[in-house]
């Protein structure tokens, strides 16, 4: 069974930052990318990160240089360190992986709410 559940959303102001994690089943986390992704108000969702098995990582243009996207594969844990945030960062934030099948699966999200 795959899960995946966010935490570590919340408000921070400009210029702060925050980790979120992304605790995963273990059938998930055999999967080769896991990812980060987020959706604000009347936008679509858009990808901000993504994580391969070997550790290559992929991040939006928008967010290089201030986000980093890491793996833990023994908790089975995937993290996204924020920093420098700006009030354009503020969305739901959404794990996600795809298995060999290209279903995807996502997390419930966590928001992020990054004031001016």
């Known amino acids: 069974q795959v899960q995946l559940v966010e935490s570590g959303g919340g408000l921070v102001q400009t210029g702060g930052s925050l980790r979120l994690s992304c605790a995963a089943s273990?059938?998930?986390?055999?999967?080769?990318?896991m990812g980060w992704y987020r959706q604000a108000p009347g936008k679509r969702r858009e990808l901000v990160a993504t994580?391969?098995?070997?550790?290559?990582?992929n991040y939006a243009d928008s967010v290089k240089g201030r986000f980093t996207i890491s793996r833990d594969n023994i908790k089975n844990t995937l993290y996204l360190q924020m920093n420098s945030l700006k009030p354009e960062d503020t969305a739901v934030y959404y794990c996600?992986?795809?298995?060999?099948?290209?279903?995807?699966?996502w997390g419930q999200g966590t928001q992020v709410t990054v004031s001016s």
């Open positions: 996600s992986t795809t298995n060999l099948w290209g279903v995807d699966y």
């Open positions: 994580i391969r098995r070997s550790g290559s990582t």
């Open positions: 273990e059938t998930a986390f055999t999967f080769n990318v």
